[in-house]
């Protein structure tokens, strides 16, 4: 038998339980990580499904990969047959996931993947940000679309920025709220010399980053480059992929038993690969807007050229 007391407690524990899934869900939602990259998911599908329901012909390329990707491809490139999907961050299952849930009947001819080497040691995560489209249950679409379920795996993110980037007029700390983008627009604003300088900095922070990735080959990365082979073959589409040229100062500090190790996982699957950095060895500073990431105004020009002579472009696009 519940007594007054016991309810009073039941209500009470349920309603300051309520209260503080509200405020998850509020400061999740406001949180300047998690609104950028869901509006890019976001928008990202409404072009997918433009394009897919406009578009009759079996011709679409499917550009999908993270900044790398967005930055190498270069963004002024347009055409009506290229889907750009591009998210800051995108880990190499979200990839496997976006396209295994493709419906099986779809316009889309190829894929273009960027695999960078940090891909070795694949990243366990989840596809918490996508899910709400995966999915034609308004249940499980409303669940999925709540911020505290939708960005779980952004939360340590937001904690850690909520808390850097106030400090960081305090204290001299990293604060990643900039994106590639704006690192884009600044580095013009700069003398080749600081920027030769700022590269030295960016070569030591990105090898920091990457090293945890590219000590090894992850047991798992063969296993979801089979899964986007299949989901690929699946559908008929002709899937190629490709490594971003990254600067030369961080690639030769890395394992090069790993890479080699990593371009041979590819081959073996099967997979059209190809790693610019073989084809792009000798870049300088200059080319590139971080160590990780081919400048947009430099670089971008020659990587895109590439893919125009491995006739995935139209071969007027410039």
Not at 49 to 75: C, E, P, Q
Not at 114 to 134: Q, T
Not at 154 to 172: A, F, G, N
Request: aromatic fraction near 8%; charge should be neutral.
């Amino acid at each position: 038998m519940i007594t007054n007391k016991t309810f009073i407690l039941i209500l009470l524990y349920s309603s300051i339980t309520l209260l503080l899934v509200v405020l998850l869900n509020i400061y999740i939602s406001q949180s300047n990580v998690y609104q950028s990259k869901m509006q890019r998911i976001d928008g990202n599908y409404e072009v997918l499904r433009r394009a897919t329901k406009n578009n009759s012909s079996d011709n679409l390329l499917m550009v999908i990969g993270n900044s790398y990707v967005n930055a190498s491809f270069k963004s002024s490139v347009k055409d009506e047959n290229i889907l750009r999907f591009t998210v800051f961050g995108m880990t190499l299952i979200e990839i496997v996931n976006i396209i295994e849930n493709l419906p099986e009947k779809t316009p889309i001819d190829e894929v273009l993947v960027g695999l960078g080497y940090n891909y070795a040691i694949p990243v366990n995560a989840d596809s918490s940000g996508y899910d709400k489209h995966f999915s034609s249950n308004p249940l499980n679409v409303f669940w999925s679309s709540l911020p505290m379920v939708r960005g779980r795996s952004l939360t340590s993110t937001i904690i850690k920025e909520d808390i850097l980037c106030p400090s960081s007029s305090i204290v001299r700390t990293r604060c990643k709220k900039n994106s590639t983008e704006q690192i884009e627009e600044s580095i013009s604003q700069i003398s080749p010399e600081k920027h030769q300088s700022n590269m030295i900095v960016s070569t030591k922070e990105r090898f920091n980053e990457y090293i945890p990735f590219t000590s090894s080959i992850g047991s798992n990365f063969h296993s979801y480059l089979k899964r986007l082979k299949i989901a690929c073959d699946i559908r008929g589409i002709t899937l190629h992929t490709y490594t971003a040229p990254i600067y030369k100062e961080l690639r030769n500090r890395l394992n090069p038993k790993t890479i080699e190790e990593f371009r041979h996982t590819i081959n073996i699957t099967g997979i059209n690969y190809v790693d610019m950095n073989l084809i792009f060895p000798d870049w300088e500073a200059d080319m590139f807007s971080d160590a990780t990431h081919v400048s947009t105004t430099s670089g971008a020009n020659d990587t895109i050229t590439l893919f125009i002579k491995n006739n995935l472009l139209e071969s007027d696009l410039q």
